[in-house]
C-alpha cells in the first residue's frame, strides 16, 4: 500500500491566486456539462413519453424540472401524492458523470486551490440551474398539478449530491498528497481503502439475494407486467423498476444483516413477515409474502463473508497484527456509516404507502457490529508479524547491492522492495598470470 502513497514527482507548491482562461473554460465544463448531459437526456425521454401517450406538450418545462429534482432525491408532491423514495439508479448516474468530470480536471500537481476551485464550480453549476428548475415548476404548477418542493430541500440535496461526486472525482487524483499532507496515519488509510472492497462485496451479496428472490417470485413479476397498458406501458414500468433495483438491494442488504425492510405497516426481516400492501412495481415482487422460512436466517453468512474478506485484506496489506486488525476495525466503521447513509437516501414516503426503506440508524449498527466483530478477528488471526529478522546473514553468501534508493517507511505497511542488484561472487572472477614477453631485436639493440 506504501507505494500508492509514493511518488515521483516532488512535493506541490502553492500556485499564486490566478484564474487562467483555460481554466476558467474547464471550470465551465465541469460546471454545466453534467447538468446538460442530464437535462438533455431526460427531455428526450419526456417528449417520447409524451409523444408515444398521444399527450399534449403542455407542462414539459415542468415535468423536466420535476425530474432535475427528482434525479437529486428531492421529494416532490403530484396531486395529493407524497413522493419522498426516489429511484438510485439515475442518482448514481448523475455522480458518475460529475466526477468524471472533476476528475478529467485536475491531476496529482493540483493545488488546493485548484481543487477548491473545481469543487466549486462543479456545485455552483447545477445550483444556478436548479434555482432556474424551482421557478419553471411554481410557474407550471397552475397548469400541472405539481406543487412547488422546499427551496431548502432542493438546495441542500443538489448541494449534497454534486458536492459527494465532485469529491470523489477529484480524489482520484489527489488523495496521495491529501494523506502526507495531513498526515493520516498508515491504518487509516488501508480502511478507508478495504472500506470500498467491504461495501461492494455487500451490495454484490445482496444483489445476488434479490436476483434469487425475483426468479423465485417470476409469476409475480410477469403478472405485474401484463397489467401495464401496451408495449410503451410495459416498458415504462421495466425501466422504473430497474431505477428501483438499487433500493430494493439496500433493503435487501439491511434484511441479510439482520434488521428489517418495512413498507408501511407491513415488513420482512429473516425471522418473520408481517403482511400489507405493496406497491404494484415489478420490483418489489422480490419482498417476500408468507410466513418466513426456516432456513432464511442462513443469509446471515452474507455479512460473515463479508467481515473475513475484508481482515484478509487488510491482513495482506500490513506487516503487523495489531496495525491490521485496527485497520479493520476502521473500516467497519467507514461501512457501517455507509450503510446507514444508503438506507436514508434509498428510502422515503410514497402516498398512502407510507414509509419504505430500511431503518437507517439499526442498519448502520447491524452493518458496523458484524464486520467489527469478525474482521479484526480475521485480520489479526491470518495477519503477520513485522517483516525484519534478526538472524545474521550467512558467511558465504554475497551480501546484495541495492543499486535504488529506500522508499520511504510508513509503519505497519507492507513495502514493495525494489529488486537488488548482487555483486558477483568472488569464484567469478577470472585470474590473470602477468607473462614477461620476449623483447624484441630492437629493444634488445636499445
Same mark, same amino acid.
Given at each position: 500500500?506504501?507505494?500508492?502513497?509514493?511518488?515521483?514527482?516532488?512535493?506541490?507548491?502553492?500556485?499564486?491566486?490566478?484564474? +487562467?482562461?483555460?481554466?476558467?473554460?474547464?471550470?465551465?465544463?465541469?460546471?454545466?456539462?453534467?447538468?446538460?448531459? !442530464?437535462? !438533455?437526456?431526460?427531455?428526450?425521454?419526456?417528449?417520447? #413519453?409524451?409523444?408515444?401517450?398521444? &399527450?399534449?406538450? /403542455?407542462? #414539459? %418545462?415542468?415535468?423536466?424540472?420535476?425530474?432535475?429534482?427528482?434525479?437529486?432525491?428531492?421529494?416532490? +408532491?403530484? @396531486?395529493?401524492?407524497?413522493?419522498?423514495?426516489?429511484?438510485?439508479?439515475?442518482?448514481?448516474?448523475?455522480?458518475?458523470?460529475?466526477?468524471?468530470?472533476?476528475?478529467?480536471?485536475?491531476?496529482?500537481?493540483?493545488?488546493?486551490?485548484?481543487?477548491?476551485?473545481?469543487?466549486?464550480?462543479?456545485?455552483?453549476?447545477?445550483?444556478?440551474? /436548479?434555482?432556474?428548475?424551482?421557478?419553471?415548476?411554481?410557474?407550471? $404548477?397552475?397548469?400541472?398539478?405539481?406543487?412547488?418542493?422546499?427551496?431548502?430541500?432542493?438546495?441542500?440535496?443538489?448541494?449534497?449530491?454534486?458536492?459527494?461526486?465532485? !469529491?470523489?472525482?477529484? %480524489?482520484?487524483? +489527489?488523495?496521495?498528497?491529501?494523506?502526507?499532507?495531513?498526515?493520516?496515519? &498508515?491504518?487509516?488509510?488501508?480502511?478507508?481503502?478495504?472500506?470500498?472492497?467491504?461495501?461492494?462485496?455487500?451490495?454484490?451479496?445482496?444483489?445476488?439475494? /434479490?436476483? *434469487?428472490?425475483?426468479?423465485?417470485?417470476?409469476?409475480?413479476?410477469?403478472?405485474?407486467?401484463?397489467?401495464?397498458?401496451?408495449?410503451?406501458?410495459?416498458?415504462?414500468?421495466?425501466?422504473?423498476?430497474?431505477?428501483?433495483?438499487?433500493?430494493?438491494?439496500?433493503?435487501?442488504?439491511?434484511?441479510?444483516?439482520?434488521? #428489517?425492510?418495512?413498507?408501511?405497516?407491513?415488513?420482512?426481516?429473516?425471522?418473520?413477515?408481517?403482511?400489507?400492501?405493496?406497491?404494484?412495481?415489478?420490483?418489489?415482487?422480490?419482498?417476500?409474502?408468507? #410466513?418466513?422460512?426456516?432456513?432464511?436466517?442462513?443469509?446471515?453468512?452474507?455479512?460473515?463473508?463479508?467481515?473475513?474478506? =475484508?481482515?484478509?485484506?487488510?491482513?495482506? +496489506?500490513?506487516?503487523?497484527?495489531?496495525?491490521?486488525?485496527?485497520?479493520?476495525?476502521? %473500516?467497519?466503521?467507514?461501512?457501517?456509516?455507509?450503510?446507514?447513509?444508503?438506507?436514508?437516501?434509498?428510502?422515503? !414516503? =410514497?402516498?398512502?404507502?407510507?414509509?419504505?426503506?430500511?431503518?437507517?440508524?439499526?442498519?448502520?449498527?447491524?452493518?458496523?457490529?458484524?464486520? *467489527?466483530?469478525?474482521?479484526?478477528?480475521?485480520?489479526?488471526?491470518?495477519?503477520?508479524?513485522?517483516?525484519?529478522?534478526?538472524?545474521?546473514?550467512?558467511?558465504?553468501?554475497? $551480501?546484495?547491492?541495492?543499486?535504488?534508493?529506500?522508499?520511504?517507511?510508513?509503519?505497519?505497511?507492507?513495502?514493495?522492495?525494489?529488486?537488488?542488484?548482487?555483486?558477483?561472487?568472488?569464484?567469478?572472477?577470472?585470474?590473470?598470470?602477468?607473462?614477461?614477453?620476449?623483447?624484441?631485436?630492437?629493444? @634488445?639493440?636499445?
Amino acid at each position: 500500500m506504501s507505494a500508492l502513497l509514493e511518488s515521483s514527482t516532488p512535493p506541490r507548491t502553492e500556485n499564486p491566486p490566478r484564474l +487562467t482562461p483555460d481554466l476558467g473554460r474547464r471550470l465551465l465544463v465541469v460546471a454545466f456539462r453534467p447538468a446538460v448531459v !442530464t437535462l !438533455t437526456m431526460v427531455a428526450a425521454l419526456i417528449v417520447v #413519453t409524451l409523444v408515444a401517450a398521444n &399527450s399534449d406538450l /403542455t407542462g #414539459t %418545462a415542468g415535468a423536466i424540472s420535476a425530474t432535475w429534482l427528482a434525479l437529486h432525491q428531492v421529494p416532490l +408532491t403530484i @396531486g395529493s401524492t407524497t413522493i419522498g423514495i426516489l429511484p438510485l439508479l439515475p442518482t448514481f448516474g448523475l455522480l458518475w458523470l460529475v466526477a468524471r468530470a472533476s476528475n478529467h480536471v485536475v491531476d496529482e500537481n493540483s493545488s488546493r486551490r485548484d481543487v477548491l476551485y473545481v469543487v466549486g464550480a462543479a456545485v455552483g453549476g447545477p445550483l444556478i440551474v /436548479t434555482i432556474v428548475c424551482l421557478a419553471v415548476i411554481k410557474d407550471a $404548477s397552475s397548469v400541472i398539478s405539481l406543487s412547488p418542493p422546499s427551496t431548502f430541500a432542493a438546495i441542500l440535496w443538489v448541494v449534497a449530491v454534486h458536492l459527494v461526486g465532485a !469529491t470523489a472525482g477529484v %480524489a482520484g487524483k +489527489t488523495w496521495r498528497h491529501a494523506v502526507v499532507a495531513a498526515d493520516i496515519p &498508515s491504518w487509516a488509510v488501508a480502511a478507508a481503502l478495504a472500506s470500498r472492497g467491504a461495501l461492494r462485496r455487500f451490495a454484490i451479496g445482496s444483489a445476488i439475494v /434479490t436476483g *434469487v428472490s425475483l426468479l423465485a417470485a417470476w409469476s409475480t413479476v410477469r403478472d405485474l407486467l401484463s397489467t401495464s397498458d401496451g408495449f410503451v406501458g410495459t416498458l415504462g414500468i421495466a425501466v422504473l423498476s430497474i431505477a428501483y433495483l438499487p433500493n430494493v438491494v439496500v433493503g435487501t442488504a439491511a434484511v441479510v444483516s439482520g434488521g #428489517t425492510f418495512g413498507i408501511g405497516a407491513a415488513s420482512v426481516n429473516l425471522f418473520g413477515v408481517i403482511g400489507g400492501p405493496v406497491p404494484g412495481l415489478p420490483v418489489m415482487a422480490a419482498v417476500p409474502t408468507g #410466513t418466513a422460512q426456516v432456513w432464511w436466517p442462513v443469509l446471515l453468512v452474507v455479512p460473515v463473508i463479508v467481515g473475513v474478506q =475484508l481482515g484478509r485484506e487488510c491482513a495482506a +496489506t500490513s506487516t503487523d497484527r495489531f496495525v491490521a486488525a485496527k485497520a479493520a476495525a476502521g %473500516a467497519a466503521g467507514i461501512v457501517g456509516v455507509g450503510a446507514a447513509v444508503l438506507a436514508f437516501v434509498s428510502g422515503g !414516503t =410514497l402516498g398512502s404507502f407510507g414509509h419504505i426503506g430500511a431503518a437507517s440508524l439499526l442498519f448502520g449498527a447491524l452493518a458496523f457490529g458484524w464486520l *467489527v466483530m469478525i474482521a479484526p478477528a480475521a485480520a489479526f488471526v491470518t495477519g503477520r508479524g513485522r517483516a525484519h529478522s534478526d538472524e545474521p546473514a550467512e558467511a558465504d553468501e554475497p $551480501s546484495p547491492v541495492a543499486v535504488v534508493a529506500d522508499p520511504p517507511a510508513i509503519e505497519g505497511v507492507v513495502v514493495e522492495e525494489a529488486p537488488a542488484v548482487t555483486a558477483r561472487p568472488s569464484d567469478d572472477i577470472v585470474d590473470a598470470e602477468v607473462v614477461d614477453l620476449p623483447k624484441s631485436d630492437s629493444e @634488445g639493440a636499445d
